[in-house]
């Protein structure tokens, strides 16, 4: 059996596909940006995910929406803060923090986070050592036009975990879809899954209301990409993701328990 871990939770990945629910704290990401800058609106988000049934919550401060303005690790910070603590306080699923920045890592992981879903493919050899020093889980993302070299991507990211003291087991990898990439390299990706999956390591795929989803549905205004992500997801779920990373939670989550019930029965 293959398993995700942190250092407080074992995600069993035999067991069923996992849900992670995003909150952004940001004014301007391409979906919600600036309905969660308010602590008291994070909050209340934050609980509505984790009732609706997700199995993770991840944060982020800063958008990475295409052309995307990139801000410092101060004010990444200064978003976060207000929120993370008590957020990681009241809810009892994991908490994962959407960062870059070691400086902003460490701090979240001080406050509760159990896992550094790091856009730039842990760029920082820092965010390794956090890792090691904490034992938290990691996503590790490939961005980048050259869609044939994940799964090679993915090795090095491991041998490079593996050296900095980093159990195997507390890695997840995300192929980037969106991320310097056209439609069609999205496309091969999701036709790909099987291919690109490492054998031991969950595979997450975020795809939620991205323009895949408008390239695919044909829908332009990302308010109603809900079914076509829907779609998309299931069918990245059928063939190998591990976890799907989403913004309609109760959608998700009812759907990809049905699937899961199809696809692993007698399991």
């Not at 590790?140 to 159990?167: D, P, Q, R, T, W």
């Not at 992500?229 to 989403?246: E, P, W």
Request: hydrophobic share 40%; glycine share 8%.
């Amino acid at each position: 059996m293959s398993f995700f871990k942190t250092n407080k939770t074992i995600f069993d990945l035999s067991k069923k596909t996992y849900i992670m629910g995003i909150l952004n704290v940001t004014p301007d990401s391409f979906s919600d940006g600036g309905k969660y800058i308010l602590a008291e609106n994070a909050l209340k988000k934050a609980l509505e995910i984790e009732n609706l049934g997700a199995d993770i919550i991840d944060i982020g401060a800063q958008s990475t929406k295409p052309g995307y303005k990139k801000i410092s690790h101060e004010e990444e910070w200064s978003r976060l803060s207000p929120v993370l603590g008590e957020i990681c306080k009241s809810v009892k699923i994991p908490v994962s923090i959407d960062t870059f920045y070691p400086e902003v890592a460490k701090k979240a992981l001080n406050l509760g986070a159990e896992i550094i879903n790091d856009v730039s493919g842990f760029e920082s050899p820092e965010m390794f050592k956090l890792m090691a020093q904490y034992s938290c889980g990691a996503v590790i993302m490939h961005s980048g036009e050259n869609v044939s070299n994940i799964k090679k991507f993915f090795s090095i990211k491991l041998g490079e975990a593996i050296h900095y003291g980093v159990s195997a087991d507390n890695i997840c990898f995300d192929p980037g879809i969106g991320f310097g990439k056209n439609r069609e390299q999205d496309l091969w990706i999701l036709q790909n899954i099987k291919n690109i999956k490492t054998k031991n390591n969950a595979l997450l795929i975020g795809a939620s209301k991205k323009r895949i989803v408008e390239y695919l549905s044909g829908s332009k205004n990302v308010s109603n990409r809900t079914l076509g992500t829907v779609a998309v997801d299931l069918y990245a779920q059928i063939n190998g993701a591990n976890i799907l990373r989403v913004h309609d939670v109760k959608e998700a989550v009812e759907t990809s328990r049905c699937i899961d019930k199809l696809i692993r029965k007698g399991k």
